[in-house]
């Protein structure tokens, strides 16, 4: 193992163990960004992940964690190459008989299904989906709960002439997306519902109105707030804004910290209060690594300078 290498690999275990220091950060950063040692890290974050999420080695005692915001920030930007460990693939091959078939995930995890019409359905964190078999069906359906991010392949309708398209719906609590072939990221929680447009075309319609179907362009995204039934679309979007979850991280962008802190309790199933108004209302501006809750965690606490305090099962958030 070449020196650089092993250098790595002592700083990575570091940031598993919370040991690094700010100058150790920096100089991961720093080594990271060279394309000769990306190999290294998808090796190393492989063998992590195998052994579940623990560093290969215990680093040297070190408790100065004093890292600065705008280092973290300057980590932001690389670290999705790096830590991607909790951030869990599991390809998943369906039959088109029987039953409907119901995927779920639990509290940090991702999984990748390939549906029987090939399909890839990307399921993110405590979500739920449902596909529906499609023989002797006019269009395919999932029923979603949670959040997705979906690559709906292209289908001949059967027994039609040639050109028509086998449709594909997704049904939520309070919207039904209708798409041929097409990505698109979509969100159902106990706050708001959404539809981000990647690319392709999409119609959706709200299932509470009788209104006509509303049609969607690339960059859109349609929001709804579940409580409300407030609609607010917005455009320019793009994966950064409005799927980084995808990419493995979190981006809030803009973003109250009592939003922020609602999607992190819906990905890892903690409970999570702010008593301070100012705090819950300030707006934020950051990403960070999308990994298991104690490291994402960490990393809120270095880049807005706010404390999780533990009480049994739930987080108290605190002002520095």
């Known amino acids: 193992m070449k020196k650089e290498t092993a250098r790595i690999r002592e ?86 008989d029987g039953d409907p078939i119901t995927f779920r995930t639990g509290n940090g995890e991702v999984k990748e299904i390939v549906l029987p019409d090939s399909t890839i359905a990307t399921l993110n964190a405590n979500s739920q989906l449902t596909w529906f078999p499609t023989r002797f069906q006019e269009e395919r359906q999932v029923d979603l709960t949670g959040e997705a991010y979906f690559k709906v392949v292209r289908k001949p309708q059967p027994g039609r002439r040639s050109g028509e398209l086998l449709g594909f719906r997704v049904k939520t609590s309070k919207m039904i997306i209708h798409v041929t072939g097409t990505e698109f990221n979509v969100v159902s929680r106990s706050v708001n519902t959404e539809v981000f447009l990647q690319e392709g075309s999409v119609e959706y319609e709200l299932t509470d109105r009788k209104t006509p179907s509303e049609h969607m362009v690339p960059g859109e995204k349609i929001s709804i707030n579940n409580e409300t039934g407030d609609v607010v679309k917005t455009g320019a979007e793009d994966l950064s804004t409005s799927a980084s979850w995808v990419n493995g991280i979190l981006n809030y962008s803009n973003k109250p910290l009592g939003e922020v802190l609602r999607n992190l309790s819906d990905l890892f199933g903690v409970e999570i209060n702010c008593q301070d108004e100012d705090l819950i209302s300030k707006k934020i501006n950051l990403g960070v690594p999308y990994m298991d809750w104690d490291n994402t965690r960490r990393a809120l606490e270095m880049a807005i300078n706010v404390e999780f305090k533990q009480e049994e099962n739930r987080y108290s958030v605190i002002q520095k």
């Open 11 to 96: 700083l990575l275990d570091k940031f598993l163990n919370n040991h690094c220091t700010r100058e150790e950060f920096e100089e991961l950063i720093v080594l990271a960004q060279d394309p000769e040692n990306e190999r290294f890290i998808k090796e190393y974050n492989e063998r992590v992940w195998q052994q579940g999420g623990k560093p290969l080695k215990e680093p040297p005692s070190n408790r100065n964690r004093n890292v600065s915001r705008s280092v973290f920030l300057k980590i932001a930007a690389a670290v999705v190459l790096i830590f991607t460990v909790g951030f869990v693939w599991v390809k998943m091959q369906l039959s088109d």
